[in-house]
């Protein structure tokens, strides 16, 4: 049986759903029902809960606090969130805390009834690995119990200061083990496998434990032979080393070619492949975990980069912001114009310059969400056709979130922006619409030019004026010149509402060489002068 928590602050909803939903067909049970996230955080310290169903928008604790309470809390219980919003702010939060499914109202009963059914097997497949890993976990007391799991376990207090260094110190000594470098820095290797990176059956997840013990004997035999440290077992699939610097020439790239040896004779012996990271330099015991975190956090650099990495902290200096207006100016332009190759070369350079930032998860995901909009501007600048194009864009956010890699994220976008490019292509080719919307884009940025003419246009888009008049018609209503003398007044209107600028100096800016002509066009066009229209509005 899967017991079911619900959470909404509407009574009608909870009402609907709970009268909607076959249970019994599940095999679930609904345990509760709350109106707000403090409530259900109440219920699941009292009640056990397999699977959570909550709204975003409550009073007191929102959706997203009471994922973030049960993440930190109760990380087996599975999270589905059902919201109205699908901003990508609120996909980045439902990531980090470890939401299973993100739904945008109004939800169906059976939409609601397929997801529940999937949590379900969630939380059997969650069961059963405990199951198993409390098995795994008993099997291998004995070897816990053995001097080398108490050195890890020693040295893992000692580098995250779980305990008083001077303990750690002496229980180490105890084993015949003195640190007496004037430096020290913490590595961290982590098998790929096992990373989260990849969708792991049961059996492979059983031989994590097995694994993480052939690095630790490959690393210690290693490390040993050049005395450059030692090494520890942290958890179950991570392996540690603690650097002592004792030469004085070139340790920083032998710790390189120690941790290089060690994948190579990794990828040998297992077939596998292990990433790794080393931590800053620190002069004292009381800084290593300062190291180690460092190089904890550089491992995240995998959904970046991809595995087998080898990062040095002393080295990367990750950039905390960059700027990618300037290229996806540029993609917009050639999605626009349809130039395919110099399109996706200019996303190549994008996901590049996304890589070389090292940035975290999330702002790399923020990346690629603006290039998603830029698309979508070109779309909707090119063509006035667009709800096929819209059609494609569907969930496409928490698509490109949910990747276990950039790489794969990345290749998503890629495919969207192919299909808006198809699409505008397939919509404009024969009609003329691109040359028009072309043109309207020319305009606006060219209309404060006094000599902006028909033939300019037609030269910019390689077409007789004759032809582009028919299509420009066709698709706007209006004429060339109706088109730039109503931008020309728009941009006029709004320099008259917002400065104090001369009418003779707005007629400049907006492309009129003579001043006395841009009076009488404005009146014509309004009903009043400048000086009228800039009167009324400045009250």
């Avoid at 109202?105 to 609601?112: F, I, N, R």
């Avoid at 108490?150 to 260094?165: H, P, Y």
């Avoid at 003329?432 to 043109?439: F, H, L, T």
Wanted: hydrophobic share 35%.
């Amino acid at each position: 049986m899967y017991r079911i928590l619900l959470v909404d602050d509407e009574i009608l909803v909870r009402d609907a759903i709970k009268e909607n939903i076959d249970w019994q067909s599940m095999d679930c049970e609904l345990v509760g029902d709350c109106e707000n996230g403090k409530q259900a955080a109440e219920f699941v310290q009292e009640h056990p809960v397999d699977i959570v169903l909550t709204d975003i928008l409550m009073p007191y604790m929102d959706g997203m606090e009471l994922s973030h309470f049960l993440h930190d809390n109760y990380p087996d219980i599975v999270i589905v969130v059902f919201s109205g919003f699908g901003e990508f702010e609120y996909a980045k939060k439902a990531i980090q805390y470890g939401v299973s499914e993100y739904l945008l109202k109004p939800v169906t009963a059976m939409e609601l009834t397929g997801v529940i059914q999937k949590m379900t097997e969630k939380v059997q497949q969650t069961r059963k690995e405990k199951a198993k890993m409390e098995s795994l976990t008993k099997t291998s007391e004995n070897y816990r119990e053995n001097a080398q799991v108490i050195r890890s376990k020693t040295l893992e207090a000692l580098v995250n200061c779980t305990i008083d260094i001077q303990k750690s110190l002496d229980k180490l000594e105890e084993m015949g083990i003195t640190l007496s470098g004037c430096g020290y820095r913490v590595a961290v290797f982590d098998i790929d496998l096992y990373s989260g990176m990849y969708q792991l059956d049961m059996e492979k997840r059983q031989e994590s434990a097995l694994m993480a013990f052939v690095l630790f004997n490959i690393s210690d035999e290693i490390v040993n032979r050049e005395n450059a440290g030692i090494v520890y077992q942290e958890g179950n699939n991570r392996v540690c080393v603690l650097f002592q610097e004792k030469w004085s020439r070139n340790f920083n790239g032998r710790i390189k070619e120690i941790c290089h040896e060690i994948q190579t004779e990794i990828r040998k012996v297992m077939g596998t492949e292990v990433s790794m990271a080393i931590g800053k330099w620190v002069k004292t015991l009381e800084e290593l975990s300062g190291s180690h975190d460092v190089a904890v956090q550089a491992l995240q650099y995998r959904y970046l980069l991809g595995g087998s990495l080898l990062i040095d902290m002393e080295e990367i200096h990750p950039v905390q912001d960059i700027d990618l207006r300037k290229s996806l100016d540029r993609l917009k332009e050639f999605l626009k114009s349809g130039k395919k190759e110099e399109m996706e070369a200019e996303f190549q350079s994008i996901e590049e310059q996304v890589k070389q930032s090292f940035a975290e998860k999330s702002r790399a995901c923020m990346y690629l969400q603006q290039v998603i909009r830029v698309v979508d501007v070109a779309g909707e600048e090119v063509s006035s056709d667009i709800s096929r194009i819209r059609d494609e864009r569907k969930d496409l956010l928490c698509q490109v979130t949910a990747q276990k890699s950039f790489e794969q994220a990345c290749k998503i976008v890629k495919e969207y922006i192919l299909q808006v490019y198809d699409a505008l292509t397939e919509l404009n080719t024969s009609s003329g619409e691109r040359q028009a919307r072309m043109a309207l884009d020319y305009i606006q940025k060219n209309y404060m030019d006094p000599n902006l003419s028909l033939n300019d246009i037609c030269s910019y888009l390689n077409i007789s004026t004759s032809y582009f008049s028919t299509i420009f018609k066709e698709v706007t209503g209006e004429t060339f010149t109706e088109v730039l003398i109503r931008t020309r007044m728009e941009k006029a209107k709004e320099l008259l509402e917002n400065t104090t600028m001369k009418n003779y100096e707005i007629a400049e800016r907006v492309g009129f060489a003579d001043a006395h002509y841009f009076g009488i066009s404005f009146k014509k066009m309004t009903g009043c002068t400048p000086t009228e229209y800039a009167r009324e509005k400045r009250k």
